[in-house]
């Protein structure tokens, strides 16, 4: 009967196979071979196979809405399971929640911290093809590395090099502004070229991009900065009044800003024509030796290939430009290529990755990204792991319900699905109240991570998704172990009630391992925080060598104070609180030293060093308490020291090449004016080393010399306490010399402390996530001592019966947990010692790292654990026999 | 007790006259019987299979045949349920058809 062909073809039958409904396909596929074999030999091949598809077709809807409407059922079956569950064991619920939730919105915080730390300046349209032009090379053998670049460097790069599109020059310089309470105030003014608007993309609200910034004298201010000077945001075509050095200056305003992105590596408040400089800089703006502008490069699309050619050509541009000056100061055969290359620095690497002296804001650091990003894992994992140690411990209480799925049909990968999806579920529970505690945190966090991030999930898509992906991640991470666990019991033993709770070697252990992780990572943890504290109270505590107390600084911008210093002196003097008063141009623990060329007389003129310099005046080193190693200070009674006295610190008397501080008293240094000229100084004294930079760096040389014309600061010693009275009487005396002076002031120990703001803001952050991620590792030591105790409560009743008394049976509970704890300890120091040297490594004075920090942050751990777990054994050691006895 | 649909009705018809060879391929084909053409396979079995659950068709597995390749036969077989509702529906359409007459188009025209 049969022929050959007659047969349903092989890909039909297995999506017959698919679709028909389980139990029935046996009869109802062999009721299809025969209607096939029918139409095959009624109507022929071709009509039978048309047939047979369309019967699949025509079949696909009901098996998807049947498939749906199980699925459906099922669902409903597991959520209510679920939150039976959840509902029946609120206290594993909560611990299980409340970890995650904790873990999750620390991981969200971190991230979003991360997020911004990485967003800088991408918010610019040609982000990538933006570069900021960088010097390098050595000069007089000491390798630099310097964003700063020579006014005519820009132009110059656009007109020889066609592959460039644009050049932007910005130029930061600070200057009082004159606001219409006939106020001085100072503020970062930086001239940009016109074309700044075509490369970044800054927010300007009105104005014309184009010609904002064209006209001399024109600029372009932020909404806060119009709304200072102004009142009102509407102030175009109005005046603003600048003071440059001993004349004004009246800029047109020509645009408005939103205020700059927070994300962005330089936040100026207006930006200036440049082309007003050619007026006032006049020849300046052709030196290629004095290097104070930021030269911004736009490349055209596809410029990657562009620059590499264009590397090449740089010596060439080097020479032709900047040779014969090189060479008329340092000689003819320099070579001028190892004194200056030039780095193209993407835009967007620069808050990351670049930490040059002369940034013009200190930038964030990769490592930092680094650190938080692995934190934020370790924390989630930390909670990942309460949840897992959770559910396998308490697998017994499902067996049951495993057992009978499997006896109704349920197979594993069902089961898996199963308490995975759970997992899933509270996850997504934690995830939401984690959402509601970044929202509640977020201005507190802020406030330390001097950051003003939002919490943009909802809107943002990517963070999002991001979101819902580390809700998945963490749901399949902390569920995959416990769902594997469980739907691997065999449901004959489990329903026989052969399983013994919590007890299976093999999960005991894992979560012996686990908790062993959890409490290696929260001791790394504070390990970390114990280090960094050192090392903060370290240097903060480290002698400087000069003292920094009870000094108050008063920043001497006013102009108009000028000259008169010597009377202000004798006038601050008269007060008895006052110990001392000085002026000089820098304080210690300022961020920016200027260099300048200095020379030994005895050597020839080739030998020129770079080095800091601070003018100072007679009172500056008694003052400070800067100990003298040789010589003298400067003195009022010798009427050279002003034009002629010079005194230099240890390390400077090296850098000169002499052997020892007294070889140099009364040596002759030059000072360069130009490449003829020189003025001559001679050494008067020789002072110890002292850290007027941070510690970060070795002291390096200095040079300290009079010059009553550079004066920014003065500094005056007190000898009280009551603070508020003293600056009273500051402010009092200095407007008497100036009357429209605002009074400012800092103290330099707090300005010097300010120096190691970051480490603080890292080391608050440590403290604040290590603190979290001991709260959770306890949450889970605790939910799981809860556990394992309640399992042995008949067995502490029969202890007890026989005769144990309440501290045996304490330690006896608590002793394995003990051990775990030790056994973290043993782990985490080695891992702790590794990280936090490398850390240590960023500071040339460090302090060591004591065995007492390590031992330290073990008995922290082990008594947070011992708390724990003892709280728990002594409930159930106190219950009373009998009732532990008939328990279960 | 509820009314029969129509493809109910006409499958349990349909196995009342295949008497013993009652299973999916020849239902389909006395179907085409009553009515002329054919019905899908999707259309009989799935009212075929909500008479089997509701009772009113017992359902037991046969041998099976050289065409089939070795795929049992599912037979069915009316249940007295089956039968009442069968009676039930005959009584039924005798009920609603009772003095139903064709009018006189042409009559009607005319007058």
Known sequence: MSKPGAKIPKMANWLLHRFLPREDYLYLSGDFDELYHYIYDSEGCFKARIWIWAQIFKSIPGFVSGTIYWRVTMLKNYLKIAFRNMLRHKGYTFINIAGLAIGIACCILIMLYVQDELSYDKYHEKYDRIYRLERKGIFQNQPYHSPTTAHPMGPALKNDFPEIQYAVRIWPSQHMVRNWKNDFFEEKIFFADENIFKVFTFPLIKGSPDTALKEPNSIVLTERMSKKYFNSTESIGRILTIKWEEETLDFKISGILKELPNNSHFKSECFASYSTLNKILGSQLNNWLSNSVYTYLLFPKNHQHQQDKLESKIPLFIDKHMGKTIRSFLGPDVDINTIMRFVFRPISEIHLYSHLAFEIEPNGNINTVYIFSAIAFLILLIACINFMNLSTARSANRAKEVGLRKTVGANRTLLIKQFIGESTLLTLIAGIIALLLVECVLPVYNAFTLKELSNNFLTNPLSFISFIAVILFVGFVSGCYPAFFLSSFQPVKVLRGAVKKGTENRSHFLRKSLVVLQFTISIVLIIGTTVIMNQLKFLKNKKLGFKKEQIVVIPARDSSLLNKYDSIKSELIKNTAVLKVATSSNIPGNRHFHDQGFLREDVNKNRIKDITFINIDTDFIPLMGIELSAGRSFSMDFATDEKRGLILNESAVKEFDWERPEMAIGKGILIPQTPEKFIKRRVVGVVKDFHFKSLHQKIEPLVLYMDPGNVNFISVKLKTNEISSILNFLEKKLKVFSPAYTFEYFFLDTNFDKLYRSEERIQTIFKFFTILAILISCLGLFGLASFTTEQRTKEVGIRKVLGATFSNLTLNLSKEFITWVLFANVIAWPVAYIVMNKWLQNFAYRTSIGIGNFILSGFIALVIALVTVIYRSIKTANVNPVDAIKYE | ?111
């Open chain 2, 1 to 111: 007790m509820k009314v029969l649909t129509r493809p109910e009705e006409q499958i349990l018809l349909a196995i009342y006259h295949l008497g013993k060879n009652a299973y999916l391929v020849p239902i389909r084909e006395q179907i085409k019987k009553f009515t002329g053409k054919y019905f899908s396979v999707g259309t009989i079995y799935a009212p075929l299979n909500r008479l089997d659950i509701d009772g009113y068709l017992e359902s037991y597995m046969g041998e099976s045949n050289s065409i089939r390749g070795g795929k049992a036969i599912k037979y069915y077989k009316i249940t007295d349920k089956g039968y009442q509702a069968l009676s039930e529906i005959k009584k039924f359409h005798e009920r609603i058809w009772e003095g139903f007459v064709l009018p006189d188009f042409k009559k009607e025209i005319i007058k």
